[in-house]
Nanobody, 119 residues
Framework: QVQLLESGGGLVQDGGSLRLSCAAS????????MGWYRQAPGKQRQLVAR???????TYLDSVKGRFTISRDNAKNTAYLQMSSLKLEDTAVYYC?????????????WGQGTQVTVSS
């Protein structure tokens, strides 16, 4: 089992910055990748950024150049640095970690943190 604890959400003005943190605990050595998803009201949850254990990163097109995912292995913590925030970035952001065992993926989720961008 992997437990995820997020922090860093809040209210920010259009064009501002925020950094989200996600601390993993439990069987962290089994994690194959970590990432961030978001869900806005009335919309489906979407992948924002992901980093594999091999440091391969994936970003949602609309956040490329503005968001950066990183991790500190010593702290078992992943980060999402968000810059040049836009109104449409407003959503609940969820940390995700996944393991792949014998071809089967298992996902673990944080509780979610609200990010609100105001004009």
């Amino acid at each position: 089992q992997v437990q995820l604890l997020e922090s860093g959400g809040g209210l920010v003005q259009d064009g501002g910055s925020l950094r989200l943190s996600c601390a993993a605990s439990g069987r962290v050595s089994s994690i194959d990748g970590m990432g961030w998803y978001r869900q806005a009201p009335g919309k489906q949850r979407q992948l924002v950024a992901r980093m594999t254990s091999g440091d391969t990163t994936t970003y949602l097109d609309s956040v490329k150049g503005r968001f950066t995912i990183s991790r500190d292995n010593a702290k078992n913590t992943a980060y999402l640095q968000m810059s040049s925030l836009k109104l449409e970035d407003t959503a609940v952001y969820y940390c995700n970690a996944y393991t792949i065992v014998e071809g089967a993926r298992r996902d673990f989720w944080g509780q979610g943190t609200q990010v609100t961008v105001s004009s």
